[in-house]
């Protein structure tokens, strides 16, 4: 999870209207987006949008308005062996990358090697564990060999591909390419100043239709509130906000407020090496003494659901509604006295002399981070427990995940593998990262990842999830809190969007301008 993809990225579009240079784009075919993080890099390999959408980049495979997979750079569905030990990816033989060089089987292969590569220092290498090997087969044929049958194996084949050729002789971590890439994707790179702003143009060659919006130039604006400030001001037509900062925007003439579904949570760490949340009696009893309708209500302008595990209600198949933490401050009082954690006279807990105190961490630009942070903290601190909130960076919350709760985003919902295993897996706590960041281990949720990873048999799968979510609401390592709507003000310039359940990386890759190669300016 990294901090491009817990950073809630806040995406600005411009037509018609002054820009950030103080010149009017003057039509709907330039757009200019203001996004709440900068990406650190635009390789692939090193961990740019993995899960596809990318602009710049096409993967084998992409997704369509329903999440279902459609071939893109391969010619059909990628397809496995009887037993899932081995996937065979054919190329499309008409598709060149933007500077006319064609796309060919050794430059899958080399983005794949590269990404398990331990020299390189990939983001995303978590998610291809059980990728052994990747072959050419001919110039336009693949074959990807798994260690393991892996089920969701071709959710991961949305990964762009980059051209073999534009790293000889260098080194991936550094290369000229991770700022100045070379694609198949809609658009291509025609500047990026770190800091300020990122600058695509159309690729009129695009093998599926050069777009009709020839500009997009990315402004980074971190705080939300300064996003809000410029959207009012006229500078952009349009954004992601917080909810309530949207709903100024419900009567205004000429804009929409669009609210799109996601699998994108809130949650609180609990640090299961700190003292207090030790015990999962005491992380039971954070859980059952955090009022998520109240969050809902009160933080979210009603645009959420409530949020027990990182299995969102939009994973249908896979979601139990039953693995949910009611608000019950009775029972909570109840099991952090069983714990030994007992109120004085001044209503603070204590055990043997030590205080009950869990900071709660959030990263200061996050509006909507702040305030769910601010009444996670309120709803602890009512239970007896010293929960200071406090303000500090993604790199902080890191280097205190052993003594300190963090709000944390993340989600997907593609697959239950993508969206619990690293996060929660005990193989994963204590490994470097936005991976299990409360250091959490339980063998039987352990096992029920595991069989669900492994299995190609749909009713073990369906049931081994039932059974991991079950098992970690009885042991939680978090405070799992919401899942949000996204919220987006628009001006109504454009046709050509399309509602998507949404993960959580919702800047310039996903996000309701997740087609926006497909916008067309209304007439």
Same mark, same amino acid.
């Given at each position: 999870?990294r901090?491009?993809v817990?950073?809630?990225l806040?995406v ?10 103080g010149?009017a ?13 900068e990406?650190?890099?635009l390789?692939?390999i090193?961990g ?5 959408a990318?602009?710049i980049?096409?993967?084998l ?5 329903s999440?279902?997979?459609?071939p ?5 569905l ?10 065979t ?10 500077d006319?060089t064609p796309v ?5 292969v080399?983005?794949y090697?590269?990404?398990?590569d331990k020299?390189?220092n ?11 090997d990747?072959?050419v ?6 074959t990807?060999?798994l260690s393991?049958?892996?089920a969701?194996f071709?959710e ?11 790293f000889?002789?260098t080194?991936?971590n ?8 070379v694609?198949?994707g809609?658009?291509?790179?025609a ?5 300020d702003?990122?600058?695509l143009r ?5 093998w ?11 402004v ?8 809000a ?5 006229g500078?952009f037509?349009?954004t ?9 925007y419900?009567?205004?003439?000429g804009?929409r ?10 949650g ?7 003292l /207090?949340?030790s ?8 859980? /059952?003494?955090i009022?998520?309708q109240?969050?809902i209500d009160?933080? /979210? ?6 949020a027990?595990?990182?299995?969102s209600?939009h994973l249908?198949?896979w979601y139990d509604?039953?693995?949910?933490f ?9 099991l952090?006295?069983e714990?030994?954690?007992r ?10 002399g030590q205080?009950?105190?869990l900071?709660v ?7 909507l981070r702040k305030?769910?942070?601010l ?8 239970l007896g427990?010293?929960?200071p ?27 239950p ?12 706590a204590g490994?470097p ?5 409360s250091?959490y281990r339980?063998?039987t949720?352990d096992?029920?990842l595991?069989?669900?990873?492994r299995s190609?048999?749909p ?8 059974d ?8 939680p390592?978090?405070a799992?809190?919401v899942?949000?709507d996204?919220?987006y003000?628009?001006r ?17 890759v ?8 497909r916008?067309?300016p209304k007439?």
């Open positions: 999870m901090r491009a817990f950073a809630l806040t600005v579009l411009v037509a018609g209207c002054a820009s950030p240079d010149e784009t003057g039509t709907a075919t330039s757009i200019v987006i203001g996004a709440g993080s990406p650190e890099n390789n692939p090193l740019y949008a993995p899960d596809g990318a602009k980049f096409d993967g495979v992409t997704r369509d308005a999440l279902a997979l459609r893109a750079l391969a010619v059909e990628p397809t496995a062996s009887p037993d899932g030990l081995t996937w990816a054919k190329l499309r033989a008409d598709i060149t990358f933007s006319g060919s089987a050794q430059d899958v080399f983005t090697k590269s990404v398990l020299k390189v990939s983001t995303i290498a978590s998610r291809f564990d059980a990728l052994a990747v072959q087969v001919d110039q336009h044929t693949v990807f060999t393991y049958a892996y969701p071709a991961q084949l949305t990964l762009g591909v980059v051209p073999a050729a534009r000889a002789g080194d991936i550094s290369a000229p390419f991770n700022t100045a890439p694609g198949t809609p658009y291509t790179v500047e990026w100043r770190k800091g702003r990122l600058v159309a690729n009129d060659r695009y599926g239709g050069a777009p009709a919006i020839k500009t997009v130039t990315v980074f604006v971190p705080d939300d509130n300064a996003r400030t410029r959207m009012a001001a500078e037509d349009g992601v906000l917080p909810p309530k900062l949207a709903r100024s419900d009567t205004k003439t804009y407020v669009i609210q799109n579904p996601s699998a994108d949570y809130r609180l760490s609990l640090p299961s090496e700190l /207090l949340t015990d999962p009696r005491v992380r039971r009893a954070i859980n /059952l003494g009022n998520r109240a969050m009160a933080v /979210l302008a009603g645009s959420g659901k409530p027990a595990t990182p299995i209600p249908k198949s509604s039953s693995a949910t009611a608000y019950d401050v009775t029972e909570a009082e109840k952090l006295d714990a030994g954690w109120k004085g006279a001044d209503g603070k807990r204590t055990r043997d205080p009950a105190r900071p961490l959030y990263p200061a630009p996050d509006v305030e769910l942070a009444a996670a903290a309120s709803d602890i601190a009512k427990i010293d929960a909130a406090e303000a500090t960076t993604f790199d902080i919350m890191l280097q205190r995940q052993k003594e300190a709760a963090s709000i944390w985003g993340g989600g997907e919902p593609y697959d593998d993508t969206a619990a295993y690293t996060l929660l897996h005990s193989r994963y490994q990262g936005y991976v299990n960041m250091l339980n063998s949720v096992t029920a595991d069989l669900g990873r190609l048999d009713a073990v799968r369906k049931q081994a999830y039932l991991f979510q079950r098992a970690y609401v009885a042991d390592g978090w799992f809190l899942f949000l996204h919220t003000v628009l109504d310039r454009w046709t050509g969007q399309e509602t998507q359940v949404e993960p959580h990386d919702h800047g310039l996903h996000a309701v301008w997740w087609n926006l190669e916008w067309t007439s």
